[in-house]
């Protein structure tokens, strides 16, 4: 078994940690929360460690998983981040999804001194995390990728190598864009309907039989119609990802103009107190604009 680390255990890291100390691995856990971290090991006979850099002094294999592209600079880079532990030849694999770009120089620094980079942004969500079920796209050199391969395994059943370093990003900030405006077409999609008297399980059987069926509109609208706007993933959390989608499209040049008004729907929500919920709860921005609710 090896001895790996993980930093950051959130609604998404502490079941991937957990599930690699059910694995038998060793796993040197840190949280900024401290109390999470000495909650899993005590549950799962894991390390706790005060500091990213005791994690990265007790690790080969070093995972994260933090909520923005500074949280990601300061564990890794920062007075006591792991860089300031990790031995040469220690991999950091970093499932944060954080600017390609960012990534890129984070992983510059740490090459000189000897540490390998991998960007592992992973989607699944919450019941993902939980299950071991994640999908993760990684970026960085290919060898050191599937010497770490078996690592990945009890947190995730599909991994996708998809290039050289923020390749791995870039592909998670593709989906997330797609995801994202999906989510926007389906919250006025059936505003629309409602408003206009058609049932809203009718609705959704004709989407499920047609060609705009899809696999987040199946699995998000039982959710909705029961009001149930628990977090999987929280709308302040795709909002910081569209963010990253335009900054990247602006370093390429791509222009993203319905992204660029789905980033309004957003911040209109999270203005609105919506911030914590479930990013479907974004439907409630256009029903109080419409004055109806998309229900079962």
Known sequence: MAKLGFL????MGYPMARNLLRAGHEVALWS?????????????????????????????????????????????????????GARAGTVVADASTISPSESRKIGMVLKKKGIEMLDAPCTGSTPG?????????????????????????????????????????????TQNLILSNLMMAF???????AKGGVDPQLMFEVLDASAAKSGLVSYKTPFVF?????????????????????????????????????QQIFQMAISSGLGDEDFCST???????????VKA
């Open 8 to 11: 950051g255990l959130g609604m």
């Open 187 to 193: 919250n006025e999609g059936m505003v629309l309907a």
């Open 129 to 173: 995390a939980e299950s071991g079920n994640l999908t993760f796209m990684i970026g960085g050199d290919a060898a050191v990728f599937e010497s770490v391969k078996p690592y990945f395994e009890p947190m995730g059943k599909r991994l996708f190598y998809c290039g050289g370093a923020g390749m791995g990003l870039q592909a998670k900030l």
């Open 32 to 84: 900024n929360q401290g109390e999470k971290a000495r909650k899993l090991a005590d549950a799962e006979k894991g390390r706790c460690c005060a500091t990213p850099k005791e994690v990265a002094e007790n690790a080969d294999c070093v995972f994260l998983c933090v909520g923005n592209t500074q949280m990601a600079r300061a564990v890794i880079l920062g007075p006591d981040g792991i860089g300031s």
């Open 283 to 293: 439907i409630k921005v256009l029903e109080k604009l419409a004055g109806v609710e």
């Open 226 to 262: 029961r009001r149930d706007f628990q977090a999987n993933f929280a709308t302040k959390w795709m909002h910081k990802d569209i963010g990253l989608m335009l900054d990247s499209g602006k370093e390429l040049g791509v222009p993203l103009p319905v992204t660029s008004l789905t």
